[in-house]
């Protein structure tokens, strides 16, 4: 073991008390909102987004448009096609399923946004420091999705 080796494993102790110590410093010095000092949230943003009041309104316009659209495709419906018009149905139902998730993501686009501004909204009002979806959360964390279905509903 050199010089050098020798002083670092020295130190080692006072080095990890040290750390400890200036954790437990900025730990109690924070302004979170929990004694700890350091809250995690949670959002379901799936639920949150159902709780948007226009959720309804946008589900029911993306569900007519699709039907609308697959009703195109009902001049096929118990025919014997060739291999030309089953390609030609083929590239058309596929074609009408990209514009209904363009529909789809259009149409819910704004209320994401919705959703992104009252998680931020409630984030900020509750002084939590640090909000994540449901999904990636294993264990622990405040659940704050009532909070913002609570805060979408100035969204109408």
Do not use: C
């Amino acid at each position: 073991m050199n010089g050098l080796t020798r002083k670092l494993t020295q130190l080692a102790p006072i080095l990890g008390l040290l750390s400890v110590l200036l954790l437990g410093i900025w730990v109690g010095t924070s302004t979170s909102p929990t004694a700890a000092g350091f809250a995690v949230g949670y959002v379901d943003t799936e639920l949150a987004m159902k709780g948007h009041p226009k959720f309804a309104a946008t589900q029911k316009a993306v569900t007519d448009y699709r039907t609308t659209r697959l009703k195109e495709l009902d001049q096929y419906k118990g025919r014997t096609l060739s291999e030309a018009e089953k390609k030609q149905v083929m590239v058309k139902n596929e074609t009408i399923a990209v514009e209904i998730d363009q529909k789809h993501d259009v149409l819910f686009a704004p209320l994401a946004g919705d959703v992104q501004k009252a998680v931020d909204a409630t984030g900020k009002a509750s002084g939590i420091e640090v909000i994540l979806e449901a999904a990636a959360v294993h264990f622990g964390g405040i659940d704050f999705t009532p909070a913002v279905i609570t805060e979408l509903q100035k969204y109408k």
